[in-house]
């Protein structure tokens, strides 16, 4: 029935439809931005920050419609299978017959394992506490990462930024509210994802220097797609087959997710990575806005305030991060 519900699916949606997005994942992933085109290269990477914005708004839309109807274990499997054909399609048009070659092995076997627990965590706060207040511990990360980079990086973290932590941490520390014990599993679900996905950032720059990011998302989704694949083998009862409404929600969840991953990585040859990463802050207040509207959830003022925080300090870090890349290019100055 599973087998007959996709190939039911597959027929429906147009091979024309499904070879151009193909060929438009491509197009912004593998060529460069031709000189004569009028539209500025900052304006495009622009274009492309927003685009990840929306992508990742519509994944947690979906997320939260989807979850009283299939199970994580469905919802994870869906989201890395039907995301694999895209990526796999792009990597070999980008990349050839080196579309899978990967050099730092060990660092793309942790990019795989914290991004698996990134997901994980991001999918279960998501699916238990309100969209917003989801997202802004989310991109707390970004926190995470600047206190981490000392360590892991070797970077030096100056005052302006110590205090952006500093501030960020406590936006976190209202928004959990661990002192009042009514602290919930869906709160340390946010921060795992933050955590999670601070050391995968890190594990992302490494990677981004000596192998294509297009390959790293092959070999990441379809190393989910596999742990999925056995995990449903081994517990049967977690994996459900679903209706083909369902079923389109998760081609358009897998569709997205190797979207906003493609659209995110091309973001950067465009942008300065401060100005992409900036931009993604627009994705907190706009989850509080779907979620109120689409969800009927709201926030406390607690967790609004932990939430303004949380953007502040992360604001504060990019704008210190900007200051440092002109003088670096700009030494003289």
């Known amino acids: 029935m599973l087998c007959a519900d996709i190939v039911w699916l597959y027929a429906k949606i147009s091979p024309i439809a499904i070879k151009n997005v193909i060929r438009f994942f491509y197009a912004i992933e593998s060529h460069p931005m031709p000189r004569s085109l009028v539209i500025p290269r ?11 914005v929306l992508f990742g708004v519509l994944t947690g839309i979906l997320v939260k419609k989807l979850s009283p109807d299939v199970t994580l274990v469905t919802t994870l499997f869906y989201r890395f299978l039907f995301s694999l054909p895209i990526l796999f399609a792009v990597a070999l048009y980008s990349r050839g017959r080196a579309w899978l070659q990967i050099n730092q092995r060990k660092t793309m076997c942790l990019r795989v394992f ?64 661990p002192f009042s014990g009514d602290m919930t599993l869906a709160v340390l679900y946010g921060v795992g994802a933050a955590l ?38 081994a517990v049967p009862s977690q994996f459900h087959t679903v209706s083909q409404a369902v079923l389109i929600d998760l081609v358009f969840l897998g569709v997205i997710g190797a979207g906003m991953q ?26 509080g806005i779907v979620g109120y509207v689409i969800f009927a959830e709201t926030m406390s003022m607690s967790e609004i305030l932990g939430a303004l925080v949380i953007i502040s300090s992360c604001l504060v870090i990019a704008w210190r991060e900007l200051v440092r890349a002109r003088e670096v290019n700009q030494p003289g100055i």
């Open 42 to 52: 900052s304006l495009v990477g622009v274009g492309l920050s927003l685009s990840a």
């Open 114 to 177: 914290f991004g698996f627990c990134g997901i994980i965590f991001w999918f279960l706060s998501l699916r238990n506490m309100p969209f917003g207040l989801a997202t802004s511990l989310f991109q707390s990360s970004v926190i995470f990462i600047t206190l981490m980079s000392p360590f892991l990086l070797g970077e030096k973290v100056g005052v302006y930024r110590w205090s952006a932590v500093i501030a960020g941490l406590t936006g976190v520390v209202i928004i959990t509210d």
């Open 196 to 233: 999670a996905g601070a050391v995968l950032s890190i594990l992302l720059r490494r990677l981004g220097k000596g192998d294509s990011p297009i390959s790293v998302a092959c070999w990441y989704n379809a190393s989910g797609f596999v742990a999925l694949s056995i995990i449903a083998l």
């Open 262 to 287: 493609i659209v995110l990585t091309s973001a950067y040859r465009y942008s300065e990575a401060v100005v992409v990463a900036s931009m993604r802050y627009l994705q907190m207040p706009l989850s």
